[in-house]
């Protein structure tokens, strides 16, 4: 019997309208996570674990993510972090609707250790699978904690990727601007290394640019206020990374460094979210909900200017919390949710894993 025969074998009731309880593993980047989430769409849903192992440490020495480092990792760590989610959630595998594992995007060493993983114990227990893309995980965050109502505008920042989507539901993703070259995060990740300061770098630099002058340095705002045209929400970063290993070649000051480029930062993203809120309401005609997800999201700074915009245009801000921002299983549990109530079967167990896997393709 091959694993689709035994797969196919499974027989699932429709969960349409029902609370699910699903378990989730995450382990696509440098982060083992294992969660159990109880709910039905649109959300709220219900925490009821949500453990989080960071490598930060193992991969500190080398100022960002060696890949076989993590993959490494994620297989001596996962199945502590999943039984101690189960454990703390208090949920038996015999209690589950199913199980969410991240199936792309990201490292294909670490995406394979939790896809299979998954595969496993969803074959062992007779319960469906969901191979879930980590992006509509950060995306649907909103809906976990907030109740979020389709159709929502989504600017999801993290350091793979910086997007503006418009989300209609679960299965429905219109891209309205990427990223060029850098993504945000990264962007951040490398100013943090050109100046000097600690891996991640996102909150290293937002540490410092606290106490520093963000007019201090004049740095480029790559693609501000280009009109709409077609792709009219795009990003680019590289050219305001270079600028800051421009001035970093003399006597530079950090703080007013990492102030003056978090600022640059802001400008971009509120400028580009702007041109999205009039393709978001010409697309959708209904909707004001503005949701930020990915680890980028955590940045304070980022938020306020956010808030202001959102006042300004009309929309509702909704931000998850620093913990559910970064990445974690509870968001793959959570789209677990999603998926589980419109298709009960699940995911075939030949479900391939993928290093790559758009959430939105341009229309
Ligand atoms: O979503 P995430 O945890 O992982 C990816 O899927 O990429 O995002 C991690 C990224 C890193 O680039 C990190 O530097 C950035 O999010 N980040 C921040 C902050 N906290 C995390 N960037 C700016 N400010 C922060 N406070
Ligand atoms: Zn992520």
Redesign the pocket.
């Known amino acids: 019997m091959t694993l689709r025969d035994a797969r196919l074998g499974v027989k699932h009731r429709p969960m349409t309208g029902k609370s699910l309880t699903i378990l989730g593993i995450e382990t ?2 440098d ?1 083992t996570a294992a969660a159990v989430v109880r709910g039905r769409a649109p959300g709220p849903g219900e925490i009821l674990s949500n453990i989080v192992f960071s490598q930060t440490e193992a991969h500190a020495p080398y100022g960002g993510v060696v890949p076989e480092i993590a993959s490494r990792a994620h297989l001596e760590i996962l199945d502590n972090i999943i039984g101690r989610a189960l454990d703390e959630a208090r949920v038996s595998m015999a209690e589950l609707d199913g199980i969410a594992a991240t199936a792309g995007p990201g490292l294909i060493g670490g995406v394979m250790v939790g896809l299979t993983t998954g595969k496993a114990l969803a074959l062992g227990a007779g319960k469906p699978l969901v191979a879930v893309n ?1 992006l509509m995980g ?1 995306a649907l965050t909103a809906r976990l904690t907030d109740g979020v109502e389709f159709p929502f505008l989504l600017l999801l920042v ?4 910086c997007q503006l989507v418009g989300v209609g539901g679960p299965d429905d993703f219109r891209l309205y601007g990427s990223t060029i070259d850098d993504a945000v ?2 962007a ?2 490398k100013t943090a290394k050109i100046l000097g300061l600690p891996y ?4 290293a ?2 540490e410092a640019a606290k106490s520093g002058n963000a007019k201090a340095y004049e740095l480029p705002r790559p693609l501000l206020n280009r009109r709409e045209t077609g792709n009219g929400a795009d990003f680019s970063f590289s050219g305001l990374k270079t600028a800051v290993r421009q001035i970093a070649q003399k006597d530079v000051n950090v703080p007013d460094a990492s102030a003056s480029f978090q600022a640059a930062v802001i400008d971009i993203l509120c400028d580009r979210s702007r041109t999205a809120m009039d393709m978001f309401r010409r697309d959708f005609r209904s909707g004001n909900s503005f949701v930020v997800a ?3 999201a ?2 304070q700074a ?1 938020g306020a200017a956010l808030v202001k915009l959102c006042k300004a245009q009309g929309f509702v801000i909704h931000v998850p919390p620093p913990r559910l ?3 974690n299983a509870a968001m793959i549990a959570w789209a677990g949710v999603e998926r589980l109530s419109h298709h009960a079967g699940g995911d075939a167990l030949s479900t391939s894993p993928r290093a790559r896997w758009p959430l939105a393709e341009r229309k």
Not at 200 to 203: E, L, T, V
């Open positions: 696509s980047c982060e980590h950060h993290s350091g793979g990727h995060g990264e951040f990740d991640p770098g996102g909150p630099v937002e990915g680890g980028v955590a940045n980022i921002c970064t990445d």
